[in-house]
């Protein structure tokens, strides 16, 4: 039976919302735009910046009172503490019953989770962090783990997760560099439009974050002010965003910590309202990030009082406040009430959020919070798919001599503080690392062999033994002698070395872990040296949440490998490449520096951002963006588009190759297409990505790749702001990678300068046959 017209779902959203809001008195609707995070840890080692000081903990009587009204959000029920799942499934289920029971209308809560990597719960599949997605270059498989992800969450009760990261690298030193997906703004957004089409696939609420420019903080510093210009905000940093609210169909996004140009973007209407909703049609909710509300008042200094703070993040266009109450609460209400805060601010909030939680089925009839008949939240295809992302990930970064695959029956020494590390694997998002280092009493709950193991398992037959040498981190060299010693003992040493993720100055890789500039941590450097001057070959295993500078050992090692935290099947894939089981098809979704000085650096620079004359700094990468290396041979043939084409400012050209695996094993080669712009009415990039194609192919087998390249893709902003297409020549560049070009089409572009409206192309189409 239909009690109210807003319970009808056979009524439209918006008629059906107009009902319920026409009922709901002041405290209700704010009462919907605000989290709850009961449990939260308050002593300083928290999971968010500035944790301990604005977290108040609503429990016991205060819980009970604050949900007579209603509630918006429920805050990581399964992602603050080591939680059983299922217990943690009854647990959401008994608060959904209270919220419904307490309140007027009877209305659930959104539940929100973190899944970067992952659901980030206890017992939960650690997939490969986002940096690792990005080197795999194959958006149907990343859709494929978010939809298993999203299907996770769906089946604990969970309607929202925070992710994915869209933030493009602009400086590798920064912490977060491993939840980026990398430094391209097309790999980015076409990658991170994949997770979101699987997880909205799978029912749950895609967040895109952090809108925008998170990534640009000065000094790569984390929330340092961001100083990016008004066209490297609308040609790197906002085309991923564009890219997966329009083709992805995010349904929120989180405001950013920073601020641009003074502004931050939790206080800006321009970023938040005029260009998401009014220009590029966002109909879904804006949530904050963690107390970024708050910081408006006391990192920002923009508001005085958590009011102000408040009245401005509305005016902005934040819907909700998350984590926990803390701006959007009683004085919000007095404030509106005084005509201090426009009723329609809040209104226009209330709005968005019951329009979404009605798309969720949240405001029918016979809504029930419903209880899994078991969870397993690491089953067995969570494992494979962990596994192939993982292989795929995996880069070879150099093999001068044909070291790898090593020989079955070797004396091998595996050397380095990451090798017999499970933590090695993760990322500062997966629950290993966020959460249960404050729990070391807590299994890991999830299995993750290490290198060292896992090339026990992969090579049977050979000698392996172990030496740490040093810590990830700390000064002390006094294992350099029996790891030196080990490897002089044997045919091969394997050094496995990299980062540790954490928190806030609590690892080397991570939030709030950022580093002066790109020298490997600690004394791992040091160690490197000491094991290459022995003189036994060694291959240098990175496993890290970005790219350092490895140019003091080129043309030292046996051959190197990166792997950018591989999650909890990263030990199997990496020694699988090793033994030669894996033929590697990363490629470096980021730039590998030759020194660890000159940053920030990325591969999107205009001529004087390239080596030259006017300066004793040289930036080239020692590998570029899109390197990676394989077993195989792979030849390029039958390129069409040599010659001089014409076409007009709307027009299209197809560019064909066929690929052909020459060698003797099957691999997987990625054909990228950058985009060359000679002469341009501003600065252009020397060169960009524009389209990629990864191609598995077996021994002597051949296929053809064509690229539908459309003159949308070459547009940029320009002088005005405006997104044009401007005539004259364009080289599209066939490559393995930034550097390295196969094959050159030139076109001429006629006709006048084209502005692009909302509609413009943003992906290149590909083909293959």
């Known amino acids: 039976m239909i009690t109210a017209p807003w319970r009808d779902p056979s009524l439209p959203a918006a008629a059906r919302v107009d009902d319920l809001l026409s009922r709901m008195t002041l405290e209700e609707k704010t009462a919907q735009l605000y989290g709850v995070w009961v449990g939260a840890e308050t002593d300083g080692e928290g999971v968010a910046p500035h944790q301990h000081d604005m977290t108040a903990d609503p429990s016991g ?56 990597a992952g659901f980030t719960a206890w017992r939960a599949t650690a997939y490969p962090v986002p940096l690792a997605w990005g080197a795999t270059f194959d958006p149907p498989l990343v859709e494929d783990m978010a939809r298993h992800i999203g299907r996770d969450l769906r089946s604990v009760g969970v309607h929202q997760g925070l992710a994915p990261v869209l933030d493009v690298v602009r400086d590798p030193r920064w912490g977060r560099v491993e939840e980026t997906i990398g430094e391209d703004p097309y790999l980015v957004g076409t990658i991170g439009t994949a997770y979101v089409r699987g997880l909205e696939s799978a029912g749950v609420v895609a967040t895109l974050k952090h809108f925008a420019g998170y990534a640009s903080s000065a000094g790569a510093r984390n929330l340092a002010p961001v100083r990016a210009g008004i066209r490297e905000f609308a040609d790197v940093t906002l085309p991923p965003f564009e890219m997966a609210l329009r083709e992805g169909g995010a349904r929120s996004v989180m405001a950013a910590y920073t601020e641009t140009d003074g502004v931050p973007a939790s206080a800006d209407p321009s970023l938040l309202t005029e260009l998401l909703r009014e220009e590029w049609g966002f109909t879904g909710t804006v949530v904050a990030d963690y107390f970024g509300i708050g910081f408006l008042e006391t990192l920002h200094r923009v508001a005085g009082t958590p009011t102000e703070a408040a009245h401005l993040a509305l005016a902005a266009g934040i819907d909700v406040e998350l984590p926990t109450l803390k701006c959007y609460g009683e004085s919000l209400v007095s404030a509106v009430r005084e005509g201090v805060v426009p009723t329609e601010l809040l209104d226009r909030a209330a709005r968005r959020v019951l329009l979404q939680k009605c798309e969720l089925g949240l405001l029918d009839e016979d809504w029930e919070p419903g209880l899994p008949e078991s969870v397993d939240l690491d089953s067995t295809a969570n494992r494979a798919l962990a596994r192939r992302l993982a292989e795929e990930s995996v880069v070879l970064l150099d093999n001068p001599d044909g070291l790898l695959p090593l020989a079955p029956d070797t004396r091998m020494a595996v050397v380095g503080p990451r090798a017999a590390d499970a933590l090695a694997m993760l990322g500062c998002y997966s629950f ?113 949440g970005r790219p350092y500078a490895l140019g003091r050992w080129h043309g030292r090692l046996g051959a190197a490998v990166q792997a950018f935290f591989p999650g909890e099947e990263g030990g199997p894939a990496v020694a699988g490449v090793l033994s030669g089981r894996v033929n590697p098809s990363g490629r470096l979704p980021v730039s590998v520096p030759r020194v660890p000085g000159g940053q920030p650096w990325t591969y999107l620079q205009p001529p004087l951002g390239l080596a030259g004359e006017v300066s004793n700094l040289d930036p080239t990468p020692l590998y570029a963006f899109g390197h990676g290396r394989s077993y195989t041979r792979f030849v390029w043939e039958d390129f069409t588009g040599a010659g001089e084409t014409e076409i007009a400012t709307d027009g299209s050209y197809d560019v064909s190759v066929t690929v052909r695996n020459a060698g003797e094993r099957a691999g997987a080669e990625v054909v990228q297409l950058y985009l060359h712009d000679p002469v341009a009415s501003v600065t252009r990039p020397d060169v960009r990505l524009i389209g990629y194609r990864r191609v598995e192919l077996a021994p002597g087998e051949a296929r053809r790749v064509t690229f539908r390249f459309h003159a949308d893709l070459s547009a940029f902003t320009d002088r005005r702001g405006r997104r044009v297409v401007e005539p004259g020549l364009l080289e599209l560049r066939l490559g393995v990678s930034s550097a390295e070009v196969r094959h050159v089409a030139r076109l001429t572009v006629t006709g006048a300068v084209r502005t692009l409206g909302p509609l413009r192309r943003l992906r290149c189409e590909t083909e293959v046959s």
Request: charged share 20%; proline share 7%.
């Open 61 to 116: 009587s205060d819980w009970d009172e604050l949900i007579t009204r209603g509630l918006g959000q429920l805050t990581r029920i399964f992602g603050t503490g080591p939680v059983d799942p299922a217990l943690g499934a009854q647990a959401l289920s008994r608060a959904q019953r209270r919220i419904m029971e307490a309140g007027r209308f009877g209305i659930p809560a959104v539940a929100h989770e973190e899944c970067l």
């Open 432 to 544: 290993p690392s966020h959460v249960l280092t404050h729990h070391p009493e807590v299994p890991m709950g999830i299995e993750i062999p290490t290198v060292l193991e896992a090339l026990r398992a992969e090579l049977p037959d050979a000698k392996v033994t172990f030496a740490e040498g040093c810590g990830v981190s700390d000064p002390d060299t006094a294992g350099f002698e029996e790891a030196v010693a080990r490897a002089s003992e044997a045919d091969v040493c394997v050094a496995v070395l990299g980062d540790r993720a954490g928190l806030f100055g609590r690892g080397t890789s991570g939030e709030g872990c950022d580093v002066a500039d790109l020298r490997l941590p600690g004394v791992q450097g040091e160690l490197l040296d000491a094991l290459v001057a022995t003189g036994v070959p060694v291959v240098l295993v990175l496993l890290t």
